[in-house]
């Protein structure tokens, strides 16, 4: 019988630090059924005394007819597909694989684990690859001699319990207790000690907490590489004594921002913050804070940046200016500028007076001396404003006035001293001329602009910010 090998399931092609998975599945032909890469009809293998009319797939390593279950493509001898359970167990990046049984078996892949009972065989969470009968444990499909099944469970990050002991990747941790231990993190508290897999360290008990857990991967997946701790006697970071830091009032402030009594850090790294003089802009949508004084400002999430370096922002004006559909624009004596789900990016508008022209629940329009921009959550257009008249470039609502000047309806317009300009709701582009207006129209209109009503909006916009 021919087998795929396991490993040749899941092809990756890596390009830089992502990759894309290739899926095996199977493909039915009409009476055929094969196993393979979907495209690639050559690598294509045809299933054995399958029954295409009756085949279902399971997922992309089993699948079953009327008669055998297949797995990779190959049958698993001895299966009954009637009573076959999927059970799973090992995750991959394609789905889930492992465990499985019928009315007869228990198998793990695609092959029968010898004596186990498929009654009473369960599949344990917490811990992959681990399942048990009511009388023997198993691990990747191995039973585990040491094991006692009646007591045996999984507790986390691979480490495992029974009546007689606490197990590190089924390696028995020599003095922890099974009757009393806490996971915290990939570290284990137990009987008055810390432990980090099977060795026991030498942090306090007591006092010992995981701050922020670390790591390394790409789109394939990543996996743990190290943690930030802390006990009563300091800060650690990859077991290494931070020096400096106060570990009584040491805490997160969330997105990578931590602090103590005396200073903020970019993790482990003091920032040049004076805590009296400052303030957190915490930013929940994109997982980011934005921390300051009167001197610097830093953005902090998957990395560090220093605004004041990279858009001369004056940390001292700097400010949340309004919240508008989840993005957040904020304003310094320069420029404006938008926060979205991602990114902190400058705009092109420097304040001037007036500078807000409108604010709904969707957008903001703003102005400067020789543009204006539109911001929403689909991004930000600009229109030049040649031709117009930045000053008294301004929202005038609805109003019959109007709708005899320029054919407005009910809508409103934008407007200045010398026109009223097209407002189309699919274009962002508000400076298109509707009607050229006399110095005496453009008087009429001005009780209609509504500058403080949109003041008003935009104050009562920022009232469900978090700020620190």
Request: with cysteine; hydrophobic share 30%.
């Amino acid at each position: 019988m021919k087998k795929i090998v396991f490993i040749l399931f899941l092809a990756v092609y890596y390009t830089g630090i992502s990759c894309s998975p290739v899926f095996y599945s199977y493909v039915t032909e009409g009476k055929e059924v094969y196993y393979g890469i979907p495209g690639y009809k050559e690598e294509l293998v045809k299933l054995e005394k399958v029954n295409a009319d009756k085949f279902t797939g399971i997922n992309p390593y089993f699948g079953k007819d009327n008669k055998n279950v297949y797995y990779q493509g190959s049958v698993i001898k001895g299966s009954d597909p009637e009573t076959f359970q999927f059970l799973g167990g090992v995750g991959t990046l394609i789905g889930a694989t492992g465990y499985s049984k019928d009315k007869r078996n228990v198998y793990y892949l695609g092959d029968i684990i010898s004596g186990a009972d498929s009654p009473s065989f369960v599949l344990l969470d917490k811990v992959e690859g681990y399942g048990k009968d009511n009388k023997n444990v198993y691990f990747m499909g191995k039973k585990l001699e040491y094991a006692d099944s009646a007591s045996f469970k999984t507790i986390g990050n691979d480490y495992t319990s029974d009546k007689n002991g606490i197990y590190y990747q089924t390696e028995k941790i020599a003095g922890a207790d099974p009757a009393e231990y806490i996971l915290e993190g990939h570290y284990l508290l137990s009987n008055e000690s810390v432990f980090y897999g099977k060795e026991k360290t030498d942090y306090d008990r007591n006092t010992f907490k995981v701050m922020e857990e670390f790591y390394d991967g790409d789109t394939c997946g990543s996996s743990y590489t190290y943690a930030m701790v802390k006990d009563k006697n300091g800060v650690y970071l990859k077991d290494e004594k931070i020096k400096g830091i106060d570990p009584e009032t040491f805490k997160s402030a969330g997105a990578g921002l931590y602090e103590d009594k005396n200073y903020y850090y970019a993790g482990t790294e003091r920032l040049n913050i004076v805590k009296k003089d400052s303030k957190i802009y915490k930013l929940d949508s994109s997982a980011q804070n934005i921390l300051k004084d009167n001197n610097n400002i830093y953005l902090l999430g998957n990395k560090t940046e220093n605004l004041k370096e990279k858009y001369k922002i004056d940390p001292k004006s700097f400010d949340l200016y309004a919240v508008v559909d989840g993005l957040n624009i904020f304003k310094d004596k320069n420029n404006f500028y938008v926060n979205d789900w991602l990114y902190l990016r400058k705009t092109d508008i420097t304040p001037v007076k007036n500078s807000l022209v409108y604010i709904d629940k969707e957008m903001i329009i703003l102005k400067s001396n020789n543009k204006i921009a539109v911001i929403d959550r689909f991004g930000t257009e600009y229109s030049d404003t040649k031709g117009v008249d930045a000053g008294t470039y301004a929202f005038a609502r609805g109003s019959s006035y109007m709708d005899e000047l320029a054919g407005t309806g009910d809508y409103g317009a934008f407007i200045d001293k010398n026109n009223i300009y097209k407002r189309n709701p699919f274009d962002k582009h508000f400076t298109t001329v509707s009607k050229k207006i006399s110095p005496q129209e453009f008087e009429n209109l001005k009780k209609y602009i509504i500058a403080d009503e949109f003041e008003e909006k935009r104050a009562e916009s920022l009232k469900a910010f978090e700020t620190e």
